[in-house]
Each structure stands twice: as C-alpha cells, then as structure tokens.
C-alpha cells in the first residue's frame, strides 16, 4: 500500500518537474547592459525568439521614387494636392509603390475609378489625408523617426487597415449598478495585466498627466493618487510590449522619474507620445465621418494609432532599416496642406531637458540624437 503510494507520488513528482521544465525558455539568454555597469539595467534576450521578431520584421524590396526634371505633377494632373511637387514620373513611381503597402490585392481601383482624378470613393480621400500625416510624421516629428523615418508600409505593411490599431475600449458588460472601476479584469492592451484597461484614450489621444512622483518628501501639491499611478503604469505596459522591451530599455529603475538618470531612448519616447497624439488627434479622428461603419470601434471612433501600430514588437521599426531615403516627397510638407495644431504645453509637460552637470547618456542624447538638423526638409 505505501510503496504504491510512493509510485504515485514519484509520478506526480515527474510530471511536475517535466510541466516545469516545459516553462523555462530553451537557449541560454542573452544580456545587453542598457545603463553604466553596476546599474543593473539589463535587457533578457531570447536569441531564438529575436531571431523571429527580426523575420517577422523586414522591411519591404522597394525601388527608389526620386524627383526627376520636368514639369510637375500639379502642372500636368487635374487633382492633385498634397503630391503638386512630384514629377510625373515620381508621382507614378510612389501611386505602384502605395498600391504595394495599402492595397496589393485590389490594386489602383482600391482608390481609383476610371477617371483617375475622381474624389468619388472614401479610400482616395482618406489616402490624401494619410499622404499629408505621413509627410508631417516625417518632416515635424524627426526626433522621433529619423533618420530612419516612414512610409505606408511602416503602419500598413500590405493590410487595407494596420495589424495593430484601437479605439475606445467599452471593457467588459457588468450588472446594473455596479460601477466600472476602468480595471481588474484582462487587459489586452496592458499586456494581459488587470491593469487599467483602456490607457490609450487617456494618454494617446487625450493627453492626461502622466508623472506622478513627487519632487519633494513632503506632500507639497501634488495631486497625483495611487490610481493614477496605475493608469501610468498600463501605458508602461503598452510601451514594453508594443517595442518587445522591458522598463530598462527606457529607465533606471533605481529612479523611474528621473530624466538624467534614464537612457536617450526615454527621451525619444517623450517625443512619440506626442506624435502619436497629434496623429490620431489632427489626421485620424477627423477622418472618422468619411469612413464606412465597419472601420469604426464600438463605440463608433475612429481606429487609432499606438506605439504598436509601427513598432511590431521591434524596438525600432524594421530594426531601425531606413524608410523614407528612397521616398523624398513623403518626406516633407506640402505648402498647401495645413500644418497640424501645435500642442499645448505647461510646465510640466515641457520637453524634459537634464539638469545634471555631469556628461552622461540623456545629456548625450539631446544632442546628437535628437539633433533637429536631421530632419528631413523640403530640399
Ligand atoms: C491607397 C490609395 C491609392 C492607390 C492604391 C493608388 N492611388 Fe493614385 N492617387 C491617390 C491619391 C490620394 C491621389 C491624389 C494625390 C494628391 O492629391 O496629391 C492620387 C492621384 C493619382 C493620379 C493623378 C490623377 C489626377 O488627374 O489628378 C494618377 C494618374 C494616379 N493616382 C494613378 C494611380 C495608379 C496608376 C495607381 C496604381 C498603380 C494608383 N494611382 C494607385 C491614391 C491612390
Ligand atoms: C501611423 C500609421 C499610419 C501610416 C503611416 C499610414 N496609415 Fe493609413 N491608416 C492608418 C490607420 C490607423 C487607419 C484606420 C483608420 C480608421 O479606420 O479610422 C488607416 C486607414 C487607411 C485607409 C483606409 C482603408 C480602408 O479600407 O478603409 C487608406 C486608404 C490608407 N490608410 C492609406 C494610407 C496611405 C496611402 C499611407 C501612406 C501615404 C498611409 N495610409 C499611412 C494608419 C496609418
Ligand atoms: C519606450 C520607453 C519606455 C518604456 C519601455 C517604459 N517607460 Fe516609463 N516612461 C517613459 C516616458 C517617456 C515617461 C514620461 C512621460 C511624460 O513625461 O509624458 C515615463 C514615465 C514613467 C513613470 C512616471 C515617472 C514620473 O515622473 O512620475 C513611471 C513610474 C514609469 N514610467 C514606469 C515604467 C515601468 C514600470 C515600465 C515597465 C513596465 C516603464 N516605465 C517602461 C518611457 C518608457
Ligand atoms: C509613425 C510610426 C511610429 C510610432 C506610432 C511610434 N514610433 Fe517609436 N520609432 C519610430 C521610428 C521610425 C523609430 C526609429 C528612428 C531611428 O532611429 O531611425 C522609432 C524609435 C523609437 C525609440 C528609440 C529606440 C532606440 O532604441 O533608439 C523609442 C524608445 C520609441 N520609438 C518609442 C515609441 C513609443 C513609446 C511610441 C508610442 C507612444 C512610439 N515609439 C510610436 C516610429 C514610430
């Protein structure tokens, strides 16, 4: 009887061990130091995994679409808007090129019906007003895309509609009477935490404060609550899940608020907070009553960007390749299209700048990084 009752407990022991072990991640990980040594801010890297997400993201074969002599394209075409500085010959090499990122399946007609100049379906119009964000992407948001900066495709990458878009989330049906606290339950968009789950309309769209630590060990006026805190914190979660990074990729976390103590890439996000406001905010939202119900979210707004939309995972798009050198015209702003609202700027949401004296990476980065000159302007 207690033999048998060994064997059984060996079994399950087994068993165990071999669900265990089902669990651990197969190679030996890899580490990047992303701080000064002994800071401890180190990246886990799976090898095998990385290998996949680099697959996954490879940037499109494309021939260049370079300004050629000759008349331009407002010159020679009936309706053309945003494109009037292109060539002919540009022009036609970016509307294959489109058709390639956009629509591959339906090709021309996606957009077009047979008097080329025609407005007549939503899809060439709301094309128009994604050829002006991409140019403003590209030209006012440099020191969050370049050099490398984007196309369609960087979003796109041949869907009709981007992998990765959302709107507000209505979460999940309650009872009568019970209020929705906005968390505990899944979240998808928090990496599967029960964190808040919708952070993206409060601090993507809207623009909602998001530090929250104290400057001073007194409570001296800072309002900030613990709930709050939690809002942060699931868009932190958006952010390590859409670039495949943990926290360290951007902070120290000895001193998650400090700017000086945190590496350039913290301030290269601050930026693409921003932009991605001012995507969704000046170009998205305002397409939403030209497009069909089934490109709407439940709630009936547009499908928005998010950091996910062109990172993918990558902690770079297409691991930093460059995208824009062989599109020129995506990469300035036409004179005739409407520059996007400047945003709105208090005290504390003013571009974070170091103020410690000593030479280190954030200091670095505001410098040469994030230098304005690589911008791309109308050349
Ligand atoms: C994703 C939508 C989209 C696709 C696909 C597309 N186009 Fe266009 N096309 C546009 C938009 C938008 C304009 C207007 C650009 C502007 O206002 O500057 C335009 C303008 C044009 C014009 C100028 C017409 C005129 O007289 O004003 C021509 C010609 C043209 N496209 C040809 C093509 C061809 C050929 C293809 C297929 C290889 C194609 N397009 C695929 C969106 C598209
Ligand atoms: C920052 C990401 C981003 C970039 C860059 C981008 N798009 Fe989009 N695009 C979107 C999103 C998000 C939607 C969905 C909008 C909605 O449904 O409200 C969309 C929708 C569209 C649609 C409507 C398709 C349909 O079937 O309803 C067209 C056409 C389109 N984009 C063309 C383009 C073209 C052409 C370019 C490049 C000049 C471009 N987009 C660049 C994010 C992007
Ligand atoms: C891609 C870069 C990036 C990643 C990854 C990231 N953060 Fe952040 N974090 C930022 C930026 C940028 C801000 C400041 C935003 C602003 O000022 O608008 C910030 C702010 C914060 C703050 C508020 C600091 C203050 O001043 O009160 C906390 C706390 C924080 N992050 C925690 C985290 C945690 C925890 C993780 C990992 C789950 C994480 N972050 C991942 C970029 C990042
Ligand atoms: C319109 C496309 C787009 C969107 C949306 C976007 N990014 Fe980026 N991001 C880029 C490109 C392109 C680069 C690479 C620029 C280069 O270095 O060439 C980049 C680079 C970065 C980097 C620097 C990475 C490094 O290791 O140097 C960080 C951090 C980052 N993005 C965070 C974010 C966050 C956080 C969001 C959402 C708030 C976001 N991005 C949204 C296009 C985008």
């Known amino acids: 009887m207690k033999r048998s009752f060994n064997i059984v407990r060996c079994a399950a022991a087994g068993f165990g061990l071999l669900l265990l072990t089902g669990c651990f991640e197969s190679p030996p990980m ?10 401890g801010m180190e990246q886990v890297i799976n090898p095998d995994l990385l290998a996949e997400k680099v697959a ?3 940037p499109p074969e494309t021939q260049p679409v370079m300004p050629l002599p000759g008349p331009k394209s407002s010159e020679l075409y009936k309706n053309v808007q945003v494109l009037g500085d292109t060539s002919a010959g ?28 025609s407005d007549e379906l939503y899809t060439k119009r709301v094309a128009r007003t994604m050829i002006s964000m991409t140019q403003n992407i590209n030209q006012s948001w440099g020191k969050h895309v370049q050099p490398a900066g984007v196309t369609c495709y960087t979003c796109h990458r041949g869907n009709n509609i981007p992998e990765y878009v959302w709107a507000e989330d209505p979460g999940p049906k309650h009872a009568a009477r019970i209020t929705d606290p906005g ?13 808040p ?3 993206l309309t409060t601090f993507l769209q809207d623009d909602a404060e998001i530090r929250m630590a104290s400057a001073t060990a007194l409570p001296t006026g800072n309002r900030q609550s613990i709930k709050q805190t939690e809002w942060t914190y699931s868009l932190m979660m958006h952010f390590s899940e859409s670039l495949g990074v943990g926290c360290v990729h951007c902070h120290n976390s000895r001193a998650f608020a400090s700017w000086s103590e945190s590496p350039p890439t913290r301030v290269t996000a601050w930026h693409g ?6 995507i969704n905010n000046s170009y998205i939202s305002p397409i939403n009553d030209d497009m069909p119900a089934n490109r709407k979210g ?22 930093g390749a460059p995208q824009i050198e062989n599109f020129p015209s995506l990469g300035y702003t036409h004179s005739a299209v409407v520059m996007p609202s400047e945003m709105e700027s208090d005290e504390s949401d003013s571009e974070p700048m170091n103020t410690s004296d000593e030479e280190d990476v954030t200091e670095a980065s505001l410098t040469t990084e994030n230098d304005s000159s690589r911008v791309m302007v109308a050349g």
């Open 90 to 117: 540009e022009l036609a090499g970016l509307m294959v090129a489109m058709t390639e990122w956009v629509s591959p399946e339906q090709g021309c007609n996606y957009c077009h019906v047979a008097d080329m100049a």
């Open 56 to 58: 996954a993201n490879l």
């Open 197 to 199: 789950y919708d952070p």
């Open 30 to 39: 890899e580490t990047v130091q992303r701080g000064y040594r002994g800071t």
């Open 183 to 195: 968390q505990n339950t899944v979240s998808l968009t928090a990496a599967y935490s029960s964190l």
């Open 273 to 278: 907070i921003r932009m991605v406001r001012d």
């Open 298 to 319: 439940p709630l009936g707004d547009a499908l928005k960007a998010n950091c996910k939309t062109c990172h993918q995972g990558a902690y770079k798009p297409f691991y």
